[in-house]
């Protein structure tokens, strides 16, 4: 009972441990919201509809990850706020045109004949990407000047929001039977997530201001020009990596098969990525304090990574032998593949709560470039396993083959992260 009063008081004292437990617990209360609907949605929508959900999410998830140079991410880091609300003005310019340039593009491919192979109904709902991407990238841009400011609150609460509206929506929208609900939800959360945000922002102490002026703002561009050139593409290299499943499955296989693969991966990576963005930012804290101070970081970081192996490895296991028979409960009788791709999924999974907890550990000992080409390598096997599957017209050894090349992959960069630390920790001996 002592040391538990003593946590508490040691939060209730620590202005960053309320503010890090504060938005840990909205994200995990955010990744709830689905996870309860999902029993209800998955009865009420085809399989079909979840997969061309699945392909307008990943495209938007592409152009969003490009969509403000990644000068959210810079918002918070200079000492002048000029600086700052120069960089909030050059996103929203750029979220501006990327969202502009979405309109002509999908109009001249469909005017020029070209399919985009996602049978119509897809289609025609490319074009409201112009308005969910712009949406996306004014919500990044509003959380990086409310963490430059510590509006702590505002960041939860778009993420609740937005999570809670989703899950609403495509639960009313099902139960009125409204075609194409799923799609129409996911438009309606991002536009009055957006709104919410924005209201809130603004009645804030301190609102971003826009601007007109051209020459500071570009000045002020080019001195974080780091942001586009290197954060910029290794998001967007992330994201279609991440979805790369999803761009090829499009063009070979129904949206029923899409469909059951992207609730698979949901289901399993959705608790994963909360956890990864959890502990990366603790442990990457605690790493650069250790190696200030002169401490070594390797018997922390193993300690880390063998607990983690103690308590996932063995109910892995038994959830790889369950997971067909859970899903079917959970979801409906229609989800049986959903099953089997979750079951080849689970080891990555698990590998990939480590690598992701520790991927900040390239940035700390300056290794930002090898850790691009690896994964530069690791897409390009990730495509040939996939491509494998495709050509024998067999969704399972592709799903399989992916699987196991990612879990490698992982395996191979917690290997090298390994060998990163314990190499800083002799070079300060």
């Given at each position: 009972m002592i040391p538990f009063r003593g946590l508490l008081l040691k939060i209730r004292n620590s202005e960053l441990l309320k503010n890090v437990l504060y938005l840990l617990s909205s994200n995990g209360l955010a990744q709830l919201f689905p996870f309860l609907v999902y029993p209800f949605i998955s009865r009420l929508y085809s399989t079909d509809a979840f997969g061309q959900l699945a392909i307008i999410v990943s495209i938007h998830s592409l152009l969003a990850s490009i969509s403000t140079g990644k000068y959210d991410q810079a918002i918070a880091i200079p000492k002048n706020n000029d600086q700052a609300i120069h960089l909030f003005n050059i996103g929203a310019r750029i979220a501006l045109g990327v969202s502009f340039l979405i309109l002509p593009v999908v109009f001249l491919v469909k005017q020029m004949g070209t399919s985009f192979s996602f049978g119509s109904q897809v289609n025609n709902w490319f074009f409201v990407l112009a308005i969910t991407v712009f949406s996306t990238s004014c919500l990044q841009l509003i959380n990086g000047w409310s963490l430059r400011h510590k509006m702590f609150t505002i960041i939860a609460g778009s993420t609740l929001v937005l999570s809670l509206l989703t899950s609403v929506l495509k639960l009313a929208f099902g139960f009125l039977n409204v075609r194409d609900g799923l799609l129409i939800a996911f438009v309606a959360a991002q536009v009055l997530t957006i709104v919410y945000t924005s209201l809130r922002v603004r009645r804030s102490p301190n609102p971003p201001v826009f601007e007109t002026r051209t020459e500071a703002a570009l000045e002020t561009a080019v001195i974080y020009s780091g942001f586009p050139k290197f954060y910029m593409i290794n998001a967007l290299l992330n994201t279609f990596s991440s979805n790369l499943p999803i761009y090829m499955f499009a063009f070979y296989f129904s949206n029923d098969i899409i469909g059951q693969f992207s609730v698979a991966l949901a289901l399993l990576f959705t608790p994963v990525n909360a956890f990864c963005n959890s502990f990366?930012?603790?442990?990457?804290?605690?790493?650069?304090?250790?190696?200030?101070?002169?401490?070594?970081?390797?018997?922390?970081?193993?300690?880390?990574?063998?607990?983690?192996?103690?308590?996932?490895?063995?109910?892995?296991?038994?959830?790889?032998?369950?997971?067909?028979?859970?899903?079917?409960?959970?979801?409906?009788?229609?989800?049986?593949?959903?099953?089997?791709?979750?079951?080849?999924?689970?080891?990555?999974?698990?590998?990939?709560?480590?690598?992701?907890?520790?991927?900040?550990?390239?940035?700390?000992?300056?290794?930002?470039?090898?850790?691009?080409l690896i994964y530069l390598v690791y897409l390009a096997f990730r495509i040939a396993a996939l491509s494998a599957g495709i050509l024998m017209d067999n969704v399972y050894l592709s799903v399989g083959l992916y699987a196991l090349i990612s879990l490698l992959a992982v395996s191979y960069q917690v290997f090298w992260y390994r060998n990163l630390i314990i190499k800083g920790d002799k070079d300060l001996n």
């Open positions: 990366n930012q603790v442990l990457m804290k605690k790493t650069l304090e250790m190696r200030q101070s002169g401490v070594p970081v390797w018997p922390f970081i193993r300690k880390f990574i063998n607990k983690i192996l103690s308590f996932s490895v063995l109910p892995g296991i038994v959830l790889m032998v369950l997971i067909p028979w859970i899903i079917g409960i959970y979801l409906g009788d229609q989800w049986t593949d959903a099953g089997h791709f979750s079951r080849f999924l689970i080891p990555y999974a698990i590998g990939a709560m480590m690598s992701g907890s520790l991927g900040f550990v390239p940035n700390v000992y300056g290794r930002q470039l090898t850790s691009l």
